[in-house]
C-alpha cells in the first residue's frame, strides 16, 4: 500500500485539472481534485482497487506522450520520478535589494510559539522607510526604540514554486492563498489584504498572490505568515525545513 500511495501522492501533483475518462464508473468524475479525493478515501479505508489507480495512471500517462495502457511502467514510472521542485522564498527582493527575513519560526523550532503552524516573514526596518505599524511580538523595536521590521506598502506575496491554487478565499485572520505542489505538499499564505489569484489557477514559482497586511484578529504587525503542508491533510511542518534550497526572487 505504501508503493501506491507514493505513486498516487506523485500522480496528484502530475496530472493537469483536467476532466479524466472514466470507463469504470456511471458518475463522472467532474475534474481531477474529485478523483483524487475519491482515491484518497479508498486508498485510507484499504478499498483501493486496480481500476482506481489505473484511470489515474491513464490520465497521467495521456497528458505525458506515454502509451496510456494503465500500468505503472518502467517508462510511466522514469517519468513520474519528481523532478526537483525550484523553490523561492514566499516574498521577492526588494528594488533596494533588501531580501525577506524570516522573524518567527515554526513551533517546532520556537518553544516560545507553541501554536505557531508557520512561520512569519518580514524586511528589516531602515530609517527611509520612515514610520510603520508596529505590532505586539516582542521583536517590534529594537535597543534605541527605532522599528525592525517592515512590509512595504502594497507588497504582494509570490509562490513560492510552480503549482495549482487550490484554496484563495477570506478568513477570519485575512485573506488566505494555498497552492499545491508536484513535490506532495501545498504552501498557505495569510493575513494577506486580498487575492489576486483564483482557485484552480495554475501559476508559476514568484507569481503574486495577495497584498501582505493585517491579522484583523490581533495587532501585530503587517507580516506574512507562511506555511507549509502535506496535500490532503493539514499537518503543517517547519517551513524552513521546506525552502532549504530556495532562492531569492527578483520579480
Ligand atoms: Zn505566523
Not at 85 to 102: A, G, W
Request: include cysteine; proline fraction near 9%.
Amino acid at each position: 500500500m505504501s508503493f501506491l500511495s507514493d505513486i498516487f501522492r506523485r500522480l496528484i501533483g502530475a496530472v493537469p485539472l483536467t476532466p479524466i475518462p472514466d470507463p469504470y464508473r456511471e458518475e463522472p468524475m467532474p475534474d481531477l481534485q474529485s478523483a483524487a479525493e475519491y482515491i484518497r478515501a479508498r486508498l485510507a479505508s484499504g478499498q483501493l482497487t486496480h481500476d482506481d489507480l489505473a484511470r489515474l495512471v491513464v490520465a497521467y500517462q495521456q497528458s505525458h506522450d506515454l502509451d496510456a495502457d494503465g500500468k505503472p511502467g518502467p517508462a510511466t514510472l522514469a517519468k513520474l520520478r519528481p523532478a526537483a521542485l525550484r523553490k523561492v522564498y514566499p516574498l521577492p527582493v526588494l528594488p533596494d535589494l533588501r531580501k525577506p527575513q524570516i522573524t518567527s519560526g515554526h513551533k517546532s523550532r520556537n518553544p516560545s510559539r507553541p501554536n505557531h503552524d508557520g512561520c512569519d516573514l518580514f524586511y528589516r526596518w531602515q530609517e527611509s522607510d520612515g514610520a510603520v505599524k508596529l505590532g505586539d511580538g516582542g521583536a517590534t523595536r529594537d535597543a534605541a526604540g527605532k522599528p525592525r521590521w517592515f512590509i512595504p506598502a502594497g507588497l504582494c506575496a509570490i509562490a513560492a514554486a510552480d503549482g495549482v491554487v487550490s484554496a484563495a478565499s477570506k478568513t477570519p485572520t485575512g485573506w488566505r492563498v494555498w497552492i499545491n505542489h508536484a513535490d506532495g505538499n501545498r504552501t498557505g499564505y495569510f493575513h494577506l489584504r486580498d487575492a489576486r489569484v483564483t482557485k484552480g489557477q495554475e501559476v508559476s514559482a514568484g507569481h503574486p498572490l495577495g497584498e501582505v497586511g493585517d491579522n484583523p484578529r490581533d495587532t501585530d504587525a503587517e507580516h506574512l505568515h507562511f506555511e507549509v503542508s502535506p496535500i490532503g491533510r493539514y499537518a503543517p511542518i517547519d517551513p524552513e525545513t521546506w525552502l532549504v534550497g530556495a532562492t531569492y526572487f527578483a520579480g
